[in-house]
C-alpha cells in the first residue's frame, strides 16, 4: 500500500542560458532573451515527491520534517540567492536549464533516500513553466 | 479513450498525531508539535481523479456534481468541522496522518463509484505538504 | 534520460452543453446549468505536457517558446474568445464537455509535435473542476 | 474597532461588450476580441467585504453564512451559468464590463446590508484583469 | 515617501467558537458547525504590512527577516500547532473567531514595531473567508 | 463613481543589494544573502492599479490592452530577462530593493496616465515578500 508524500520548497537564483560550444551569435539566436551575458533570475518552486509504504506505527510514508531539512542540506543551502553558473560546482560545465536543474536536484537527493522508495521532482521556474523528472 | 476529471473539494478538522503504544516522551519525539495533546487543525484541500471512457452522450466521464455529492456524503458531512480522534470512528484507532486520511477517504469513495473507473486521492495538509494515493 | 516540460496558457469562450439527439427537457435534466440555450463561459487554464530526452546542447527537450507558439495557432487563436458551438467547427457537432475540448486540443497539437515525444492535456475548466487525457 | 470581513465566491457567465449607439465597425475597433457576436464567457471571482464593529458577543462584524447566503440570493442565482447581456435585467441595457457588474453586485448587495457597515467589491473576470469598487 | 511591505506567514491550530454566558444550544445555533465541542481546525495565512518611509541607506522600509522574526516570536510560536482556546492564555476567556485573532495579532505586533510605522493585518481563516484590521 | 482596474503582469530579473558607502563586510550583515556578488533574481510580479471615472460609452476606466502594453514599453522591456544592477540607468545608483523598484516603476507609469486618475503600484518579490506604493 504505497503512497506518495510531497514537500514543496523554494529558492531564488540568477542564471544565464549559453552553449560554450558555439558563437555568441548562436547562443544569441537560440537561448533568446536567457542569454543576456549578466543573468537573470527565478524564483524556483520545488516539489520533491517520495513513494513508499506507509509505517503502521506513524502513520508516515516518512517525516517530512527530515525531507524538509535534506532539502535545505543538499538544495537550498548550495543553490539559494546563489548565481547557478558561477557559484555552484554543478552547474560550472552544464548549462542551468530548468530541465537539467531538475535532474541534478533528483540526482542529490536519490543518494540519500530509502532505496525503497521512488522519487520524483518537479520544478517551477515560472508559474507558466515547470518540468518534471523522471516522466509519469 | 480513458479520460481523468477531477474535483476539488475542502474541509476543516482538529487532529493529533499519537500512538497509543508508545509513551508520551516517544511520542512527543517522534511526532513533535503535531503530538499536542489538546490538537491542533488544517484546511485539508481534497483532489478526487476519476478516470473513465468518455460517455459519447454527454461528453462526461460521470456527472462531477455526482461526484461531488458523493464527496459531500462520505467526507465531508462525516470530516468537516471535526476532531478526526475524537469524533469519527475511522480514526478511533488509527493514527489521522495525511497518508492514513487519503487511504481511508479512498476507500470510501471506491465502493460507491463504478468498478471500471480508476480513482486517485490527493490531500493536502498544508500548500507544502500534501500526499497521494495510488502512487502514479 | 526523459524529462517532461509543462506549458500554461489560458483561453475565455462561451459554451453550451447539449445533445440534439435529445429534447429540451431531457438535456435539462442531465445538463443542468450548463444546458443554458444562451450559454454561459469560463476561463479554461490550460496545462501541455511534453516529455521527451533533454538535447545535451541546449538542456532543452523542447523550446518551451516554440510550444508556446504553436499552442497560440493552435488552440487560443481558433478557440479564446469564441463560442465553442457556434465559432469553431470542432465543437458543431461535438459536445463542448471539458473532457472533449481535452481530447480535441491533444489531437490539434500531437500532429504537430515531434513522435519521439508524449504529450498530455490538462485542462481546468474551474478552479474546481478539471480532466486530463491521457490518463496517467 | 473596525473590522473588515471578506467572503470569496464565484461565478461563471457569458457576455459580449457592445455599445448599441456605435456601428459594428467602431464595436470592433474599441471592444477587440470582447466584441464577438456569439459572446465568451469568464470565471468571475468576487470577493466581498464588510467592515464594522466586532460583536463581542459573537466576535463577528457579521456570520459570514449569511453573508454567503446574500450573495448566492443577489448575485449567483440571477448570473451563475448565465449570458449576461441576454438573460438579466440589469445588462439588458448596459454594457456588462467588469467595471458595471462591480457597480452592480455593489447596489445589489448594499441595500440588504447594515448601513452602518461599509461595503467593497471586487470582482475577477480572469487571474490578470480586476477591478474594486469603491476605491480604496 | 511611504511604501508598504508585507510579509505572509502561516500556521495550524485547532479551535472552537463558544460564548460561556449562553447555553448550548443557543451556541450551536449561533456557531453551527462552529461550535463542535471537540474543536475543528485550519490553516491561517498571516499578512502583516508594515508602511513607512525607505531608507535611503538600505532601500528598506524595515528588514522583513526582523519582521518575520519577530512574527515567529510573538505569533507562530505560541498559536502554532496549539489548541486557541485551551493553549493559549490570550483566548482563554475571548472567542477565538478570524476577528479576535486579527486584531490580538495586530495588538502583540504593534508594540514591538517603530511608533512611526502603521500596521495592518490580514488574516485568511480559510482560502474563502478572511478578516482585516484596521479597515483600509 | 469612481472604480479601480487592475492589470497583473510579471518580469524575471537578477540583482544584487549592496550599498557602495559601506565596507563590503557591513553590506554582508545587512543585506545577508542578497548582497551575494554575483547576484541572485527573482519572478517579480507585478499589479498595477489605476482608479478613475467609469467611460459610459465603454464600461471601462481604461483598456486594460493599452495599460498592459504601457506596462510592456515602460518596465518589461527594460527590467524582464536583465540584470537590474547592470543593465538598467533606474539602477545604476540606487539599490534595487523591492521597495526601490516599485517607485521607480509608479514613476514610469505615471507620466504616461491620465492626470486625473490615480496609481498604485503592488510589487511580489517572492510570494511571501512584497511591496505596495503609495500606501492605501
Request: charged share 25%; aromatic share 10%; hydrophobic share 35%.
Amino acid at each position: 500500500m504505497k503512497v506518495s508524500v510531497f514537500r514543496k520548497e523554494h529558492f531564488n537564483a540568477a542564471h544565464r542560458l549559453n552553449n560554450p560550444a558555439w558563437d555568441a551569435e548562436t547562443n544569441a539566436k537560440i537561448f533568446g532573451k536567457c542569454n543576456n551575458p549578466n543573468y537573470h533570475g527565478h524564483n524556483y518552486e520545488l516539489i520533491v515527491e517520495v513513494a513508499g509504504e506507509v509505517d503502521p506505527n506513524t502513520g508516515y510514508v516518512m517525516d517530512l520534517k527530515i525531507l524538509s531539512d535534506l532539502i535545505k542540506t543538499e538544495v537550498l543551502d548550495p543553490f539559494d540567492h546563489k548565481n547557478l553558473n558561477l557559484d555552484t560546482t554543478e552547474f560550472a560545465e552544464l548549462i542551468p536549464s530548468a530541465e537539467n536543474i531538475c535532474i541534478v536536484i533528483y540526482n542529490k537527493l536519490r543518494t540519500h533516500l530509502n532505496p525503497l522508495n521512488d522519487l520524483r521532482i518537479t520544478l517551477y521556474e515560472t508559474e507558466r513553466n515547470y518540468v518534471q523528472y523522471p516522466v509519469k
